[in-house]
């Protein structure tokens, strides 16, 4: 996977520091590249540059706000990524897994897992809203522009605001999150740790973390465990932003649907509650699908 050896825990702690170095300059960057290019220059101008700024009006406009998440998101997650492994000499695109599944049936069994996974979610995200969280933490993560601005990007008033949610809410964060966390931060968290499962689990509390939503913080967690093991078995990112595509979709058409459906409403407003054999069919499901992508990724290796 690196250049060298994988026992020596200090070079992936050295690469996780410079890797953390270039998400922050790489975010840096190419926020100022998205801000230049959606502010209002006229609007600026009259306001003064610092105090436009400031006040976020560039941010006013949906579809300017889109646009500069997508650039901002592709230089904090891809790009400091890929110059991460440039500056390691790897070969990207086969580093961060974009090739077919190792494990038989993938795709077959993909569809099944999705379906128990959302369900188990759903589950987790009515846990979580039992839980009282202190006012403090509460207001850390769920700040009310967070809200605000979360709001205006899930707006939605036509198909075609539809079409470009799928596309900047749906895609383009499963393509580059997976990039960054399972293809390149979860193998270099597994070689630090020493353990499989714990640099899989520190990887997804930190995918969980970065969305600053403490409301459903536990199903977070949950999901980027099942995306993190999912790449693991596989050896392929493809399933997984598949997998977190699928998702995310099913959020943004919840949220388009909310007034029309009454199950679509109960789901964007995080009320929907599966039965209990509904829960215990899923869990079983889901863990038999692991055991399966398990056994045969034990007899991969047996066989190499």
């Given at each position: 996977?690196?250049?060298?050896n994988?026992?020596?825990r200090?070079?992936?702690?050295a690469?996780?520091?410079?890797?953390?170095?270039?998400?922050?300059v790489?975010?840096?960057?190419?926020?100022?590249i998205?801000m230049?290019?959606v502010m209002?220059?006229d609007?600026?101008a009259?306001?003064?540059?610092?105090?436009y700024?400031?006040?976020?009006?560039?941010?006013?406009?949906?579809?300017a706000?889109?646009?500069?998440?997508v650039i901002?998101?592709?230089?904090a997650?891809v790009?400091?990524?890929?110059?991460?492994l440039k500056?390691r000499r790897?070969?990207?695109f086969?580093f961060?897994?974009?090739?077919r599944?190792e494990?038989?049936?993938?795709?077959?069994?993909?569809?099944?897992?999705f379906l128990?996974a959302?369900?188990?979610?759903a589950?987790?995200?009515?846990?979580n809203a039992?839980?009282?969280?202190?006012e403090?933490i509460?207001?850390t993560?769920?700040?009310?522009v967070?809200?605000?601005?979360?709001?205006q990007?899930?707006?939605m008033n036509?198909p075609?605001?539809?079409?470009i949610?799928l596309?900047?809410?749906?895609?383009?964060?499963?393509?580059?999150e997976?990039?960054?966390?399972r293809?390149?931060?979860q193998?270099m968290?597994?070689?630090f740790?020493?353990n499989?499962?714990a640099?899989?689990?520190v990887?997804?509390l930190?995918?969980?973390l970065i969305?600053?939503n403490?409301?459903?913080?536990i199903?977070?967690?949950f999901?980027?465990?099942?995306l993190?093991?999912?790449?693991?078995?596989t050896?392929?990112?493809?399933?997984?932003?598949?997998?977190?595509?699928?998702?995310?979709?099913?959020?943004?058409?919840?949220?388009?649907?909310?007034?029309?459906?009454?199950?679509?409403?109960?789901?964007?407003d995080?009320?929907?509650?599966?039965?209990?054999?509904?829960?215990?069919?899923c869990?079983?499901?889901?863990?038999g699908?692991?055991?399966?992508?398990?056994?045969?990724?034990q007899?991969?290796?047996t066989?190499?």
């Amino acid at each position: 996977m690196q250049n060298y050896n994988g026992q020596n825990r200090f070079q992936y702690l050295a690469d996780i520091l410079i890797l953390t170095g270039l998400v922050i300059v790489c975010a840096l960057i190419f926020g100022v590249i998205g801000m230049l290019l959606v502010m209002d220059y006229d609007q600026a101008a009259a306001k003064g540059f610092a105090e436009y700024i400031q006040s976020q009006d560039w941010l006013r406009d949906a579809r300017a706000m889109k646009l500069y998440n997508v650039i901002s998101t592709f230089g904090a997650w891809v790009f400091s990524a890929f110059l991460l492994l440039k500056i390691r000499r790897q070969k990207v695109f086969a580093f961060w897994g974009f090739r077919r599944p190792e494990i038989r049936r993938t795709w077959l069994l993909l569809p099944f897992l999705f379906l128990s996974a959302m369900m188990i979610a759903a589950f987790l995200v009515y846990f979580n809203a039992t839980i009282e969280i202190p006012e403090s933490i509460s207001r850390t993560f769920n700040s009310d522009v967070n809200e605000q601005l979360m709001k205006q990007m899930l707006a939605m008033n036509d198909p075609g605001d539809l079409f470009i949610n799928l596309f900047v809410i749906a895609l383009i964060p499963a393509v580059f999150e997976e990039i960054f966390f399972r293809g390149t931060l979860q193998q270099m968290m597994i070689g630090f740790t020493g353990n499989t499962h714990a640099g899989i689990a520190v990887t997804g509390l930190l995918f969980a973390l970065i969305h600053l939503n403490v409301y459903q913080l536990i199903p977070m967690i949950f999901l980027a465990l099942v995306l993190g093991y999912l790449y693991y078995y596989t050896g392929s990112i493809i399933p997984g932003i598949i997998l977190h595509f699928c998702n995310n979709t099913f959020a943004i058409l919840a949220k388009y649907y909310e007034n029309r459906l009454a199950a679509a409403k109960m789901i964007a407003d995080d009320t929907y509650l599966p039965g209990l054999w509904e829960l215990l069919l899923c869990v079983t499901m889901l863990g038999g699908i692991f055991y399966y992508f398990h056994l045969q990724r034990q007899n991969l290796i047996t066989h190499e």
